[in-house]
């Protein structure tokens, strides 16, 4: 249920974007797919996504060293569909379909595998053309690598290359846990950090506002119910 203090019916921004990883479902994807592999190659993925996200090396020194490294199969990433759907952060299956009907366009941006997220995107009512994320392909043997091409969103500047190019309705809001996220600030409106899942001081403090839960979200993209 929407707090009675907002007016669901008058959003402040007229798109928003949500990172996925560790911000819509509480699970990091790749980490995900490592730790199905031998302990030492989880450490590593999950060591590189630590640094990626705190800002300390740019993704894509690690991108396709991680995506190598693990080689997930098509059936790995049906289960890591389900895995994003189990991780759900609570609330967002009510705000995002509210955002919706409120006129907003809603937008999922992730340096995640595409095929895995897509799932999620239509259980919260997103369509599957406002999904952006990394795509993969399926080599001879079986398992899934990075498809060649422009993949922006497996590199460090991808996400505010990739908020440009779709030239989204403004006022627009970035929602995300991560230093891939913070870089979207300056071409959206305001950049909330998100820290339901995992709390990053180099992000929340170049934010515009910080949320811990999808429910403290309302506020934030609502406006206020007139006191009458
Ligand atoms: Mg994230």
């Known amino acids: 249920m929407p707090p009675l203090s907002v007016d669901v019916r008058r959003p402040r921004f007229k798109s928003v974007i949500f990172d996925v990883d560790s911000t819509v479902c509480a699970i990091e994807g790749i980490d995900w797919l490592a ?81 895995a997220i897509v799932p999620i995107a239509i259980q919260l009512g997103v369509p599957a053309d406002r999904v952006h994320a990394v795509a993969v392909t399926r080599d001879a043997d079986g ?21 440009q190019r779709l030239a989204l309705p403004k006022p627009t809001v970035m929602i995300g846990d991560g230093s891939t ?23 929340v403090t170049v934010a515009d506002a910080e949320a811990d839960s999808f429910a403290a979200l309302y506020p934030l993209l609502f406006f206020p119910a007139s006191s009458r």
Request: glycine share 8%; proline share 6%.
């Open 35 to 115: 730790a199905r592999r031998d302990p030492e190659i989880a450490r590593e993925s999950e060591a590189l996504t630590a640094q990626a996200m705190a800002g300390d090396i740019p993704i894509e020194a690690v991108y396709t060293r991680r995506l190598e490294r693990i080689r997930p199969t098509a059936g790995e990433l049906i289960a890591l569909a389900d895995a994003y759907r189990e991780s759900v952060q609570p609330g967002a299956q009510e705000l995002i379909p509210a955002l919706q009907r409120a006129g907003c366009q809603v937008h999922l941006l992730s340096g995640g595998l595409r095929i």
């Open 143 to 163: 398992t899934m690598s990075l498809l060649d091409g422009d993949q922006p969103l497996a590199t460090q500047r991808g996400k505010p290359l990739t908020v």
């Open 181 to 203: 996220d913070a870089a979207v600030r300056g071409v959206v409106t305001e950049f909330i950090a998100y820290t339901g899942v995992a709390r990053r001081e180099s992000v």
